[in-house]
């Protein structure tokens, strides 16, 4: 949804006569009953209140914004888009994928637990789902540079259950995340919208007044008793400016209210980030980045976990090394030419694995499986803008090379015999696209009306490399062959302004996603009888994405902002069990196939309301909304109708909070509701069934509060599930059947976190 900018300063320039106060009582009464009713319908089950927060010190403005964070600028108008800075990280304690979401309505990050699709696995995020759809069809990328994709479980028979996430990141190295719902615009790929990391950048903290910059934070997260500690410094002039970051992160397993004694695991993880600028002249910026991050994990699973204690009697040890390094190079370049006025470029490369080893005892023999990823990538991207008369145009070019691999050994230690089978052929990807979009505005009975037709090609040549070796016959060799694809995707937005304060807006997106090269090239040919491979033949997934939404300020101190949207999907890939099975199959083939088409809408709001504008002594005092509900459809190409598994329940926040007006203290209470969901027939995805156990709804309230000690110190802390709720999320464990794995899922309970900074 449109983003709200909630702040304890809001214009105060409206009349004090008795009329005005009259109207702004009556349009406070009428949010206040929206708001009521808002939490009643999403969580009528639970009664409960529901609750959201936000928290953005001044610096820039405080509190109150982990719900919805100000995208007010022109371009990005007619689209619902999420702004979360650098400050509200550090005042919800967001530490990884999942805690940067927390509050959003209609985002969240699913998790899987380690071992709990098969021995191999690997736990973690395996993306984000926004609005319903999740793993690769959510674009996630660093600076405009994608994270390499999620891969699913080729020895499984659903592609939608992921064996390695995208938890490629930490969170202390941005300054700011942006958060597209829906079809992204023609400028990247996607359909389900998209997650964009920006990492830290010297202007960022050093200007002419202040040249030198410096911090150290430490943090604590009883939830997995993890601690960070990290330092950030800076320096520069308007000529040169440099950065170095560095993150340090320790901890173990997340404790939760299950039944079962979690299984441990110790980790860390560094994150490193160095970013040097450089202004040779007014027309010319010239920025250096490298970012890197690797993490350690290691790990016991019981045998209950892995299979059961038939396959495996002694549960095993499993070592995981997640890496990703990058190198970009970028230009940004001012000149009122004819072809562009800016001209932002960026050449780079980034090389991302994950080295999963575990050691167990398998039957009657001791067993050692290696299950690796790796993605190395390397290209360019261009982006201009040009603005002339009433048009401002944009347009870019961009070129990305993809080197993808995934090869898994079995070894018998008691005689050293090693079997060694690809989840996914070696495979090389080429990928070119174009997009120009142009934004018109005309003059409308005194109102500003905009509108902004855009397109978007992209081609993508794909070539497997290891198919003969790897896939025991022909028939199965001719399934995975070399294949281009290409696309064209149209999208249009048209904003009017129906009123100074009133912003309403209408938006189509196609969008198209060529299938992945693990999708493609995904293979699991144990030479025992049955297989699991990828389809170069696959169509592309497609939407078509319509949305309309309201952004208003009716009076000063009130912010109600509304979307709706319907996207209809078509061409779901997942897998499938073939009639016949291929060449060399002796029992059955699995195989990645179109499955089915899907609908999902929905509706999400959020209003804001700073209480100091309607009452006395009420400065710095404000409550905040949001809140958001989809639903969804599946229809298989042999005309089977069911529901949509990914789509997540109801879910809204609601948060009271006090921001100090001289900023030096805030605290907040932030209550969230989740609808109770159970997951049943779903079309689009072939394994689904009709068993699943009713995830139930829940709420849970969270404190919040930071302290600016002095200009130098600040402090932030927070009080997590303060009731001790036992509850589990949907996104993780909505098709789990396996009451282990379910019980392992269980959320944490009531935990603290907190963290203290020392800036220069």
């Known amino acids: 949804m449109g983003s709200v900018f909630i702040s304890s300063h809001l214009d105060r320039d409206y009349t004090s006569s008795k009329t005005t106060t009259c109207l702004k009582y009556s349009c406070l009464y ?68 999942a805690s940067i979401v927390k509050y959003l309505p209609l985002v969240s990050a699913p998790k899987a637990v380690s071992g709990g699709g098969s021995s191999w696995d690997s736990a973690g995020t395996s993306g984000y789902n926004i609005r319903g759809v999740d793993g690769n069809r959510v674009g996630l990328d660093v600076d405009g540079i994608d994270l390499a994709g999620t891969a699913p479980e080729p020895a499984s028979n659903r592609a939608n ?79 040169l400016k440099g950065l170095v970051s560095y993150a340090h992160r320790d901890g173990h397993e997340t404790k939760s209210e299950g039944t079962r004694k979690e299984n441990p695991v110790d980790w860390s993880s560094d994150a490193i980030l160095t970013r040097l600028l450089w202004n040779p002249t007014d027309q010319h910026q010239l920025g250096f980045t490298f970012d890197y991050y690797k993490r350690d994990k290691d790990s016991f699973i019981d045998s209950e976990t892995l299979g059961g204690t038939r396959t495996y009697p ?225 169509k592309k997934e497609t939407s078509n994405a319509f949305e309309i939404g309201l952004k208003s300020q009716p009076i000063s101190g009130i912010k109600f902002n509304l979307a709706a949207f319907y996207t209809k999907y078509k061409n779901f890939i997942d897998y499938k069990q073939l009639d016949q099975p291929l060449e060399g199959d002796a029992m059955f083939t699995y195989q990645l196939q179109n499955l089915a088409n899907v609908d999902i809408w929905g509706a999400e709001l959020e209003t804001s309301i700073d209480l100091g504008e309607f009452f006395q002594k009420a400065d710095g005092f404000s409550v905040a909304l949001a809140a958001g509900k989809s639903k969804g459809t599946s229809k298989s190409k042999t005309g089977e109708k069911g529901g949509v598994n990914s789509v997540q329940p109801e879910k809204a926040s609601l948060s009271f909070s006090y921001d100090d007006p001289a900023k030096r203290y805030g605290l907040s209470a932030i209550t969230t509701a989740v609808g109770s969901k159970q997951a049943s027939k779903d079309s689009s995805i072939q394994s689904s069934g009709d068993s699943y156990h009713t995830v139930p709804g829940y709420a849970t309230m969270d404190l919040n509060a930071y302290w600016n000690v002095n200009k130098f110190t600040k402090i932030n802390l927070g009080l997590n599930n303060v009731f001790d709720k036992k509850y589990w999320e949907y996104s993780t464990v909505s098709t789990l059947t396996s009451d282990n794995l379910i019980d392992r899922a269980t959320q944490p309970g009531r935990n603290v976190f907190a963290s203290i900074e020392f800036k220069y």
């Not at 206040?32 to 939490?39: D, E, H, T, Y």
């Not at 609750?51 to 719900?67: D, F, G, P, R, Y």
């Not at 950048?201 to 910059?213: G, K, T």
């Not at 120009?436 to 009975?445: A, C, H, R, T, Y």
């Open 314 to 538: 002694k549960g095993g040890n499993q070592s995981e090394t997640t890496e990703r390094q990058r190198f970009s190079l970028d230009h940004v370049y001012k000149a009122d030419l004819t072809l562009f006025d800016q001209l932002n470029s960026q050449i780079f490369y980034q090389k991302s694995t994950n080295d999963n080893l575990l050691d167990t005892y398998y039957l009657t023999y001791p067993r050692q499986i290696q299950n690796n990823l790796k993605n190395e990538v390397y290209g360019f991207n261009t982006d201009a803008l040009k603005k002339v008369n009433n048009h401002l145009i944009r347009y870019g070019l961009s070129y990305l090379n993809s080197q993808d691999e995934r090869p898994w050994v079995s070894t018998n230690l008691n005689t050293g015999v090693a079997t060694q089978t690809n989840f996914m052929l070696a495979s090389e990807t080429d990928k070119y696209a174009a997009y120009i979009n142009d934004e018109m505005s005309f003059d409308l009975f005194d109102r500003e009306l905009k509108v902004t037709p855009g397109v978007r090609y992209e081609y993508q040549s794909f070539k497997p490399k290891n198919a003969e070796q790897t896939l025991n016959s022909t028939e199965k060799q001719n399934q995975i062959q070399a294949k281009n694809n290409d696309y064209i995707a149209p999208n249009l937005a048209i904003s009017y302004q129906i009123a100074p304060q009133y912003l309403s807006y209408f938006k189509y997106n196609f969008g198209a996603r060529i299938p992945t090269a693990s999708e493609m090239a995904g293979s699991y040919d144990t030479g025992r009888g049955y297989s699991v491979i990828g389809n170069t033949n696959l």
């Open 161 to 239: 259950s992921y064996g390695v996430g995208r938890d490629y990141i930490d969170p202390e190295m941005f300054n700011q995340i942006d958060i597209i719902s829906g079809t992204s615009s023609v400028k990247t790929d996607g359909i389900g919208g998209r997650v964009s990391f920006k990492t830290k950048s010297p202007e960022d903290y050093v200007n002419a007044n202040n040249p030198i910059f410096a911090s150290y934070k430490a943090a604590y997260d009883s939830a997995n008793e993890a601690w960070l500690n990290s330092v950030t410094a800076a320096a520069g002039n308007h000529v």
């Open 30 to 97: 009428a949010c206040v009953a929206s708001l009521m009713f808002g939490a009643v319908s999403v969580h009528a089950e639970d009664s409960a209140a529901l609750a959201n927060s936000n928290a953005e010190s001044e610096m820039t403005k405080v509190m109150l914004k982990t719900i919805k964070v100000e995208a007010v600028s022109e371009d990005q108008a007619a689209q619902s888009q999420t702004i979360i800075s650098r400050d509200q990280l550090d005042q919800q304690g967001a530490n990884d994928m």
